[in-house]
T-cell receptor, first 115, second 112 residues
């Protein structure tokens, strides 16, 4: 079946603008995760959603970052008033549930460049 | 902050040789997972080892876990040029319901 998809694949924006990044998880997966990867670094957890539960936002770096997951499927990560340090690859993952042994399946990522 | 520390940061070997990558972590975990990443984009899940397991195999991959030392290793045997990628360990901390904490990764180059 189809994997996790993300759009756009690349986004170039100017400092101060808002951006929206989209993630379509694998159908039937109830858990959805957002991570950020700066150049040459590992992944940094941002936020995750599990079903109808309140999301775990503990990884969001500032209040300029927010995410929604509508209808338990598609998710949008919004970055307001972008800064150059926001430049990174933003990766989305989904899993069947958020139990501790569930494999997370990653999308190809969105490369964000803030000029 | 990242929990995992991986070494080496970079590894270059000849095709056919074995590659070993190590990962250390700081807190108790439910499981530890290894992922591969090609060209800085999407990650591919390789193998998961639970905290009560000590060793696991999958094809040419062998993973060990030592919870007393809070460390894991990934061994790739008979490496191929196609194994060239970055490899990350990720831990699922105890008490956590799904969030993964990733290490900085090891960049492996396999020369043909």
């Amino acid at each position: 079946g189809a994997g996790v998809s993300q759009s756009p694949s690349n986004k170039v924006t100017e400092k101060g603008k808002d951006v929206e990044l989209r993630c379509d998880p694998i159908s039937g997966h109830t858990a959805l995760y957002w991570y950020r990867q700066s150049l040459g670094q590992g992944l940094e957890f941002l936020i995750y959603f599990q079903g109808n539960s309140a999301p775990d936002k503990s990884g969001l770096p500032s209040d300029r970052f927010s995410a929604e997951r509508t209808g338990g499927s598609v998710s949008t990560l919004t970055i307001q008033r972008t800064q150059q340090e926001d430049s990174a690859v933003y990766l989305c993952a989904s899993s069947l549930a958020s139990t501790r042994t569930d494999t997370q399946y990653f999308g190809p990522g969105t490369r964000l460049t803030v000029l | 902050s990242q929990q995992g520390e991986e070494d080496p940061q970079a590894l270059s070997i000849q095709e056919g040789e074995n590659a070993t990558m190590n990962c250390s972590y700081k807190t108790s975990i439910n499981n530890l997972q290894w992922y591969r990443q090609n060209s800085g984009r999407g990650l591919v899940h390789l193998i998961l080892i639970r905290s009560n397991e000590r060793e696991k195999h999958s094809g040419r991959l062998r993973v060990t876990l030592d919870t007393s030392k809070k460390s894991s290793s990934l061994l790739i045997t008979a490496s191929r040029a196609a194994d060239t990628a970055s490899y990350f360990c990720a831990t699922a901390p105890s008490g956590n319901t799904g969030k993964l904490i990733f290490g900085q990764g090891t960049t492996l180059q396999v020369k043909p």
